[in-house]
């Protein structure tokens, strides 16, 4: 065999395992870009619960479940959850200002990390809650005080006949 033929012989080989190895590999890269996919759908789902809930807080079951899912969601970003540190830190404190702060510190860190590079407090800080919210959830905030103020006495429990009773 000459030289040429083994130089033939040999890129033919190495063409057959490129194309053996080539499918293998796009499945590999694939799986790579859906999983980044994944990632930020799941980082921006988080980040729009809570930047669309911001100012109603605590009271929106959508907010307190986001929140809790930041450790998880951002857990490669040091930023983000030392901003989700401070602000876990200021809720459990009653100055409102500071949580507000920090709050918006932590939509900043994961508006960024997103890459939203024209984020900020200032923008962050404006927001729509029209005055009706704010009038209805002030009624049922008090409706829920007037409750948990208001005594339960034993004569106001159901008795076991009337329980069942209503449960048919």
């Not at 040091?78 to 409102?96: G, M, P, Q, R, V």
Request: aromatic share 12%; charged share 20%.
């Amino acid at each position: 065999m000459t030289t040429f033929e083994i130089t033939m012989s040999a890129i033919a080989f190495i063409t057959l395992i490129a194309i053996w190895r080539a499918p293998i590999q796009a499945v590999k890269v694939g799986q790579k870009l859906q999983a980044k996919d994944r990632e930020h759908q799941n980082k921006f789902a988080v980040f729009a619960t809570i930047i669309g809930y911001r100012y109603a807080m605590g009271n929106m079951q959508e907010f307190v479940i986001a929140t809790n899912q930041i450790p998880v969601v951002f857990n490669k970003d040091k930023n983000i959850l030392l901003a989700y540190e401070k602000f876990i830190e200021s809720h459990k404190k009653t100055d409102n200002k500071a949580t507000k702060d920090c709050l918006n510190d932590l939509i900043v860190s994961m508006g960024l990390s997103l890459g939203y590079p024209e984020m900020n407090n200032q923008w962050i800080s404006n927001y729509f809650y029209p005055e009706a919210a704010s009038l209805e959830f002030d009624a049922r905030y008090q409706q829920n005080l007037e409750r948990v103020r208001r005594p339960v006495m034993p004569h106001q429990f159901p008795s076991d006949a009337q329980l069942v009773e209503s449960s048919h």
